[in-house]
């Protein structure tokens, strides 16, 4: 097997590093502090990247990468990597989301008491030798007894939750993901909408992503739900607070202060609008992430994934595509096969341009994370679909997406002959072509091919013959075969008595020739013969 090579343009933990170069099939170059201009001249030669917040991974950068697979982010954002076009190359973005939780959530919960108790100008007053008036000017807040709302519960905002009902705070959260199951689990009380969270709070932390729906998720309107005397926390990340609203919110009374390691701009200018308050204030140069540990963690977390990844393809905290572990990749990889040799089947023997493709599931694999599969017979199609194409199962959605096709998932509740069963059907202008498949034993099995019943195996050089339900059909495609000298391997057979015509799928052990197909084609009694090779 070729030697597989990562870059690390980033630095990173040396036991991160030592992980991956361990590995006799990976090679590992530590090449950090690139020029845009440098990492596009070198980043075609390497089929992973490990990063953390200085490289940009742009669009062309991603152009250039014509063999890079994956790009391995150490810590949680990945506002430095172009995740369309990463998604387009067919590269899957791995992030660290769990590496620095807890640094995370300690450096908020310490500028949410920074902010409370005037730390930082209490701590300047005294160096200035102002003793008694700081004493007398920086008087705090308790949090004691106190409303926190938490924005986004998930692992970070979970942990400042337990941090701040250990003060005695009684905790609102809203998460659009978070059920009431987990908010009693975490003692919570579960807010419908941030609105909601927010009304009456003495305190806000967030914790979520910044997108389009998250963008200024604390404005004027917002601010104004909160108490008088009110302290907001932003650890996560720039531009979910509208800056200056939240000034004029301080200005006003309203608000008392804030503790801030984000900032829209990034560095923020030494006159930003916020850094000349007097108090109840907290600023750090987005050290979220800044430990001794989580760094240690990172590094370790995300060079683990791009090994595990290249050299065994389990997929761990991808953002692109599905995650799939060990575990899972052991239960669902004799599935992978089977479905991208049916998606393959339909390209070849179904309409051109369908309008949607449907995978369904029947019987104990409609109870696994099937998602995965789903994409690969979506990506076993196009590439038979589109063999021109750079196709694979990171950006087959994307393609399909551009091809104006839609992807459907359902699970058959209805009774089959198999007790386990996936069928894939594309649809175009109202009709349905389908193939279905399952396992037997270990075999991946194609057993129908539109709603007539086979058995054969699902990769191999195949002719498949559609013929009007008469005798010498057979006969004439066996007579056919012999004279250019192919041998068959299997065959399976299936008729179709309510409209007269029947289908052979014959396995061979040689490709038949365009000569042949075509003089099939014209023989007496014969609808269709294809040659498929899996």
């Known amino acids: ?81 172009d995740r369309e076009a990463a998604t387009d190359h067919g590269v899957i973005v791995m992030n660290t989301p769990t590496g620095n939780t807890i640094s995370t959530a300690e450096l908020a919960f310490t500028l949410m008491l920074s902010a409370a108790r005037n730390i930082g ?34 692992r ?35 807010a419908a909408t941030p609105d909601e969270a927010l009304t009456g709070a003495d305190f806000v932390t967030l914790h979520v992503p ?31 607070i509208d800056e200056p609203a939240l000034r004029a919110a301080i200005d006003s009374g309203h608000i008392a202060g804030c503790g801030l390691d984000v900032y829209e701009d990034e560095p923020p200018a030494s006159d930003h609008i916020l850094f000349d308050l007097p108090k109840h204030v907290a600023f750090t140069p987005h050290l979220g992430a800044s430990t001794n540990e989580a760094q240690e963690n990172v590094g370790i977390q995300v060079a683990e994934q791009l090994r595990d990844f290249l050299t065994t393809g389990e997929i761990r905290n991808a953002i692109n595509m599905p995650s799939l572990d060990a575990a899972a990749l052991a239960e669902v990889g004799g599935y992978l096969s089977l479905g991208k040799s049916l998606g393959k089947f339909l390209a070849k023997l179904g309409p051109v341009n369908p309008d949607a493709l449907r995978v369904s599931y029947h019987g104990p694999v409609a109870e696994k994370d099937y998602a995965l599969i789903t994409r690969t017979v979506l990506n076993g199609y196009l590439e038979a679909a589109r063999p021109d194409g750079q196709v694979n199962i990171v950006n087959a959605p994307a393609v399909a997406k551009e091809m104006g096709l839609e992807l459907i998932e359902s699970t058959i509740n209805a009774q089959t002959e198999f007790s386990e069963l996936i069928v894939a059907e594309l649809k175009k202008d109202g009709k349905r072509f389908r193939v279905a498949g399952t396992i037997i034993g270990q075999s991946p099995r194609l057993v129908e091919i539109d709603h007539l019943y086979v058995d054969t195996n699902i990769q191999g050089k195949f002719l498949i013959v559609r013929n009007d339900d008469r005798p010498g059909i057979v006969g004439l495609v066996g007579t056919k075969l012999a004279e250019n000298d192919l041998n068959i391997a299997n065959l399976s057979l299936a008729r179709n008595k309510s409209e007269g015509n029947a289908l052979s799928i014959i396995e061979l052990d040689s490709t038949p020739g365009a000569d042949l197909i075509e003089a099939l084609n014209a ?8 040659a498929v090779e899996i």
């Open 523 to 530: 023989a007496p009694g014969v609808i269709s013969a294809v």
């Open 1 to 81: 097997m070729a030697t597989k090579r990562i870059l690390v343009s980033d630095p990173i933990s040396e036991k991160g590093v030592e992980a991956m170069a361990s590995n006799p099939g990976l090679q590992v170059d530590v090449n950090t502090g690139l020029s845009p201009e440098e990492l596009i001249s070198i980043i075609g030669d390497y089929d992973g990247l490990v990063i953390r917040s200085q490289t940009k991974v742009t669009r062309e950068v991603l152009e250039a990468a014509t063999n890079l697979k994956v790009i391995g982010r150490a810590g949680v954002g990945v506002d430095n990597v």
């Open 210 to 240: 910044l997108t389009d729906d998250t963008k200024h998720i604390i404005n004027a309107e917002r601010l104004a739900l909160m108490n008088q005397g009110a302290i907001v926390v932003n650890c996560a990340r720039g531009g979910l």
């Open 121 to 154: 100008p209490a701590h300047q007053g005294v160096l200035a030798g102002d003793f008694p008036a700081a004493r007398k000017a920086f008087k705090g807040i308790e949090i004691n007894e106190k409303t926190l709302a938490v924005l986004g519960m998930g």
């Open 156 to 190: 970070i905002g979970s942990e400042f939750a337990k941090r701040a009902q250990a003060f005695g705070m009684n905790v609102v959260a809203y998460d659009p993901f978070l059920t009431q199951a987990r908010a009693d689990q975490l003692k919570v009380k579960l």
